[in-house]
Structures are given as structure tokens and as C-alpha cells.
T-cell receptor
Framework: GQNIDQPTEMTATEGAIVQINCTYQTSGFNGLFWYQQHAGEAPTFLSY??LDGLEEKGRFSSFLSRSKGYSYLLLKELQMKDSASYLC??????????WGAGTKLIIKP | ETGVTQTPRHLVMGMTNKKSLKCEQH?????MYWYKQSAKKPLELMFV???????ENNSVPSRFSPECPNSSHLFLHLHTLQPEDSALYLCASSQDGGGSYNEQYFGPGTRLTVT
């Protein structure tokens, strides 16, 4: 079967760095997405990786290793507004997005 | 309005009621999606429409009935629901229904409670 694993919850301190991991087992691979979802709001797009390596976008970076079925989202200089759930989604061979359950990130002052 | 909008934002209904959820996208996209989001569970894809034709139905119970009258509007008709159907129902749209890069834009969701 297809499976996406990510930690349920993480806690970090304002100003620090946090890494949210995502491992996947899917039938085929056509890209990996990270989305941010604040409580009661719509998920919003953060990043897309289809090739191995690191994609940097401001304070957020996303890494992919296709051979290991592994990705991480790196958040630097954490701000209180970064408290949210982070969703990892993998597009399989049928171009269907398979989602993880999300990681709830709590930022403490 | 821009983006993807959903109405109502909150809905409480009894198991014998009939109600409909509405989604509208103002992005000129060709594909629209219904997802169910339950606490601590992955997003569950329910239906996909591409160019107003249904292309995906992941074994969703018949008490959920989608309708896509045009590429900008998507409805989810609900009848005789069960308490376990209580969840956040998210609508999304994308440029196409397939392809290697298919960023989805989500609406804010409808929080449904079945009593």
C-alpha cells in the first residue's frame, strides 16, 4: 500500500531552527509537496520537489532524496506565526496526491 | 473575490437532513477536488473533476454526491449522513487534473458536524 509518515507534533522555540521529516512509500513518484495549514484555514502551498536536493525559499527550505523515500522541511528563524500544521503530499504514478497526516508545529516564546 | 471560496463555513445537520456544500474557484483552473480532513488523519481524496468530468471516486459512500456544473463551481450534496462523517471538507482546484506539477489551491473548508 501507499504510505506517508511524518511526526504528529513538534515543539520549537522562537528564533530557532526546526526540521520536519517526511518518509514515503508510494507506487511511483511524480513530486513531493509541502503545505502549511493554520488552524481553521486553508492549506497553502510552500514547496515542490521532484529532483534530489535542497530547494531554498526564504526562511523555508525543502530537501528530497528519492532513493531514500525521504524529504524534510527546514524552517529557520522561527516566528510565532509559523505555528501551524505542515502537510507532506506525494504525487504517485497516477498523478494522485497521497497525503501524510500532518505535523502540528508549536512555537514557544 | 480571488482564490477558492467555500460556503457554508460551518454546518450542523441531523442524520436525516439533506444539505449541500458549495465551492467556487476564481483562478481559471480546469480541475477541482473534494477532500475530507479528520483530526490526526491524512487528507482523504473524495472526488476529482477535470474539465467538468469526474475522473476519480475513491470508493466514497453514496450518501455523498458531487456535482460540477462548470469548471468554476463544485457542489457536494449530503444526505442521510452518519456521525463519523463529521469532519472538515476541503475543496481544491488546480490548473489540470494531472501532470507532473499540479499545485492545488485550497478553500478554507466547511466544518461539518452530524448530530
Amino acid at each position: 500500500g501507499q504510505n506517508i509518515d511524518q511526526p504528529t507534533e513538534m515543539t520549537a522555540t522562537e528564533g530557532a531552527i526546526v526540521q520536519i521529516n517526511c518518509t514515503y512509500q508510494t507506487s511511483g513518484f511524480n513530486g513531493l509537496f509541502w503545505y502549511q495549514q493554520h488552524a481553521g484555514e486553508a492549506p497553502t502551498f510552500l514547496s515542490y520537489n521532484v529532483l534530489d536536493g535542497l530547494e531554498e525559499k526564504g526562511r523555508f527550505s525543502s530537501f528530497l532524496s528519492r532513493s531514500k523515500g525521504y524529504s524534510y522541511l527546514l524552517l529557520k528563524e522561527l516566528q510565532m506565526k509559523d505555528s501551524a500544521s505542515y502537510l507532506c503530499g506525494v504525487m504517485d504514478s497516477n498523478y494522485q496526491l497521497i497525503w501524510g497526516a500532518g505535523t502540528k508545529l508549536i512555537i514557544k516564546p | 473575490e480571488t482564490g477558492v471560496t467555500q460556503t457554508p463555513r460551518h454546518l450542523v445537520m441531523g442524520m436525516t437532513n439533506k444539505k449541500s456544500l458549495k465551492c467556487e474557484q476564481h483562478l481559471g483552473h480546469n480541475a477541482m477536488y473534494w477532500y475530507k480532513q479528520s483530526a490526526k488523519k491524512p487528507l482523504e481524496l473524495m472526488f476529482v473533476y477535470s474539465l467538468e468530468e469526474r475522473v476519480e471516486n475513491n470508493s466514497v459512500p453514496s450518501r455523498f454526491s458531487p456535482e460540477c456544473p462548470n469548471s468554476s463551481h463544485l457542489f457536494l450534496h449530503l444526505h442521510t449522513l452518519q456521525p463519523e462523517d463529521s469532519a472538515l471538507y476541503l475543496c481544491a482546484s488546480s490548473q489540470d487534473g494531472g501532470g507532473s506539477y499540479n499545485e492545488q489551491y485550497f478553500g478554507p473548508g466547511t466544518r461539518l458536524t452530524v448530530t
